[in-house]
């Protein structure tokens, strides 16, 4: 189960608390020694956790808190609430176009669940936001890619557009744009290719697709259970892409939760999903105060 070690590690430090009523600066230097070990060893930034510990801690030495007849439980409140803020503090709203077909790019490595992804948010946006959505296959280096996606429409009955793997991606969304607009579609998600490794051929490509059809969001699709590597590659997508959102796959396997905890303070670029299941309706949005309760256990 995702978060399991750290759940048990974070409860370890405050069942001390928990228990007193009236708590000393002792106390709290003692608790944030261990939480801050429970967040390393979860594999969340280093640097993330240094400014976490920190402002917990001043919050928590705060005269109001110390005199308190119920100090431990008023800790844990404050690490509820600055885990939540630095998960971004309130759920953030996809973007959706005031006209015209809104346009979507997904992007990431493979492997991440880019595809599969892809799938679940033309789902969740025709069963939740009353959509009429369109997948288009821009994936043209991965050998079966294109089958793939098709194979995810089908099962959804969703329509896929698709010009073979001889046609530039650049030329393959703008054309899967026009046929939107032809066939009454109104959000266009473009699947892109994803590679092992960030590469500059990647980038690029990504780039000129990103520049000829100005989507309204960037997905980064990541792969939770990767941890810190899921990290850096959000911040080389986000330096050369600006990307806008994020969406975390794989939040039903064992995962630590150094991706999910860093990945908003290091890249500025909230959350807005998260990949549950291999099923095509295993996708929930991303609600930073429900993901800390959870965490907290
Ligand atoms: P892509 O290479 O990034 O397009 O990745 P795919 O969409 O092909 O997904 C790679 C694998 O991850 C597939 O076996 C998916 O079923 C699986 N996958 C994707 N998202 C999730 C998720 O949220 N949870 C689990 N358990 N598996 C997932």
């Not at 230097?29 to 001043?58: G, I, S, W």
């Not at 939760?257 to 860093?262: C, E, I, N, V, Y």
């Amino acid at each position: 189960m995702a978060f399991e070690g750290l759940t048990g590690r974070l409860q370890d430090a405050f069942s001390g608390l928990r228990k007193k009523g009236k708590i000393t600066e002792a106390d709290v230097k003692d608790a944030m020694r261990e939480v801050r070990l429970a967040l390393l060893e979860a594999d969340v930034n280093y640097k993330v956790v240094r400014e976490f510990v920190k402002t917990v801690r001043e919050k928590a030495i705060g005269e109001e808190v110390l005199e308190s007849i119920n100090g431990g439980q008023q800790v844990v409140k404050i690490v509820n609430d600055e885990l939540t803020h630095l998960m971004g503090g309130t759920q953030e709203k996809i973007i959706f176009a005031d006209r015209g077909p809104t346009v979507y790019m997904m992007t990431g490595l493979q492997g991440a669940g880019k595809t599969t992804t892809a799938g679940k948010l033309a789902n969740y946006l025709r069963k939740q936001e009353n959509k009429k959505p369109m997948l288009v296959a821009a994936d043209i280096y991965r050998p079966a890619a294109i089958d793939q996606l098709q194979t995810v429409g089908s099962d959804l009955n969703i329509p896929v557009f698709s010009m073979g793997d001889q046609v530039s991606p650049v030329e393959i969304a703008e054309k899967g744009i026009q046929e939107a607009k032809d066939t009454n579609r109104d959000v266009v998600i473009i699947d892109t290719a994803g590679r092992l490794h960030i590469d500059e051929t990647l980038m690029d490509e990504l780039e000129n697709v990103k520049t000829a059809v100005n989507p309204h969001e960037i997905f980064l699709v990541v792969d939770a259970m990767t941890g810190q590597d899921a990290v850096n590659v959000a911040n080389t997508f986000n330096d050369r892409l600006d990307i806008t959102s994020v969406i975390l796959t794989k939040l039903d396997g064992d995962t630590r939760g150094g991706a999910a905890l860093s990945i908003r303070s290091v890249t500025q670029k909230p959350i807005k999903f998260t990949g549950t299941g291999e099923r095509l309706d295993a996708l929930e949005p991303f609600h930073p105060d429900r993901m800390a309760n959870r965490i907290l256990g």
